[in-house]
């Protein structure tokens, strides 16, 4: 529970309160909220950006890395296999 001014009348209510007690305002808390809303936005974008681009990086560790290894060893085990 905190205190925001009212977006109309700058009274003190709560961030839950559906309705300013003095002014009747609806959302007196909506813009502090709204502002939020966008932080946390921002916050799940930043995080999906990284997840895709640490999922890239994994994919690249473990599958390209890995593939591209086995293509240049594979000349160089050639000669010791034998049947
Ligand atoms: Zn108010």
């Not at 925001?4 to 961030?15: F, L, N």
Request: hydrophobic letters at 35%.
């Amino acid at each position: 529970m905190s205190l925001v001014p009212c977006r109309a009348c700058g009274h003190q209510v709560d961030t839950s309160a559906l309705a300013c007690p003095r002014c009747g305002a609806t959302d007196p808390g909506k813009k502090i909220s709204r502002q939020q809303r966008n932080a946390r936005n921002f916050v799940i974008q930043t995080i999906f950006w990284l997840s895709l681009l640490g999922f890239g990086g994994w994919y690249i560790t473990t599958t390209v890395i890995p593939l591209v290894k086995q293509y240049i060893v594979k000349p160089e085990q050639a000669p010791g296999a034998r049947p």
